[in-house]
């Protein structure tokens, strides 16, 4: 997963220096020579060893470029200035490159290949064996899915689709592949196409209920206008032509955890357990919808009782409660706080300033104070609007739900609180994992999933 090569690059006007990236740091090598960056700089734009033309790197920097140094000049008048420096070795962490960047292109289209999607949907069925011919690989791609979405007030299509790559040299080789595609409107913006990356990303890691799946980079396909000469009855004639423009983006996530082994990707579920209502799953993803940061970091993670994947656990619990779900609160305590919000209303309209917002705040601050507790008991057994996720879930935690509840309550005060009064057991093990159901429980209920098909994905996915 460590990436790592070196280069040259001008990182101002007419100074080339050489670089090293590792993981996810750029190293400029100064010297001993006294140099003034361009500050406020945010990308460097290197070329790998052994290359003389194109293959170039762009780097985006967490932070821009600063000179660190001052320098004393005496000029000419003998007016003494102060002149910002820097020397030596510079160190700049980065949170995405793209290899092979060629300047003022325009993307309309992202291709995502990793392990998990060609279990996701297999490719086989594109590939035959024929007694008389041998064996058949379909050159052309076979849809599975397609569908427009939007994000961002811009249209997004979303296929899968799967097909073969051929090699041939002194040596050929066919393999059948999976691939995703986004296509859109002609763009430059990078930003978008980083959320993009991190909205399939997301969407891959709930899937599979864990953060390190192996996509770590997507192709970029767009095109850029070139300009070339040429001469017509004997003049020199400036012209334009578009050309294609193929990029690799690779945002950096220095936190993510080893790969899985192939067994472990192998389990990975199948397209057709997510098939019926995939693209109102996907539009969640869209929407942000979904918590990803409650989503296990790794296979291993989620035998594990770590304190702040806990904590990340039950507030997607408490946000999802909140936000897909009917308000929980008997209609007399609703009223009651609606009456108690109308006084301070009033309140406010006859105040101005500090007060004013104060007191509007204070109103819009109200609601019912339900505990953890309560909210998973109902939330399994089911109230007015809600029938409950007890049909799916009592295969795997019975009926009398009221224990785990309490412990699950019980654990989140003890690390949102750090009262350091309570030694877990296996008791929250089991209370945390009646959470992370139910987050998914919910998660796909409001996508349109029947409760029999998410049994089955559970089964799947969380089964340990």
Known sequence: MLKMFDGVTEISSGVIVPFHFEGDVLSLFLANRLLTLETGKSTVIGQKHGSLFGNNTLFHLCLPLENYGLLNTLESDREVLDASISVGTINQGV????????????????????????????????YSIDDMTGFIFSRKPVEVKRFELVYNEKSITFILQTFSEIK????????????????????????????????????????????????????????????????????????????????????????????????????????????SNFDNLVAMFIDDIVSISSIHNSFSARSLLDL???????????????????????????????????????????????????????????????????????????????????????????DNIAEIAQMANTWRNELAHEKREFEPDSRVIDAMRLVEHLNYCIVLRKAGYSDDAIKVVLEKVLAR
């Open 308 to 398: 702040k994947q806990c904590l990340h656990i039950t507030a997607a619990f408490e946000y999802y409660q909140r936000s897909l779900l009917p308000e929980i609160s008997s209609q007399s305590t609703q009223d009651v706080y609606t009456e108690i919000k109308k006084i301070i209303h009033k309140y406010s309209e006859t105040q101005s300033g500090k007060k004013k917002r104060k007191s509007k705040d204070i109103a819009n601050s109200l609601s019912p104070a339900i505990s953890l507790k309560e909210k998973i008991i109902k939330t399994y057994c089911g109230y007015q609007g809600w029938s409950g996720a007890k049909n799916i879930l009592s295969t795997w935690f019975g």
């Open 95 to 126: 949170d995405y490159y793209i290899d092979h960047y060629e300047k003022d292109t325009t993307f309309t289209q992202m291709r995502f290949c990793f392990a998990e999607l060609d279990y996701f949907v297999t490719s086989g069925s594109i």
């Open 168 to 275: 041939c040299s002194y040596k050929s080789s066919a393999e059948t592949k999976t691939e995703l595609v986004l296509e859109f409107e002609k763009t430059d913006d990078i930003d978008i196409l980083i959320d993009l990356y991190h909205l399939v990303h997301g969407l891959f890691s709930f899937i599979c209920n864990r953060q390190n799946i192996t996509l770590v980079d997507v192709v970029l396909i767009g095109e850029r206008v070139i300009k070339y000469t040429k001469r017509i009855e004997g003049k020199t004639i400036i012209e334009e032509k578009t050309k294609q423009s193929k990029q690799l983006l690779v945002p950096i996530n220095k936190y993510c955890a080893e790969f899985e082994s192939d067994k472990t990707i192998g389990r990975t579920l199948n397209y057709s357990y997510l098939a």
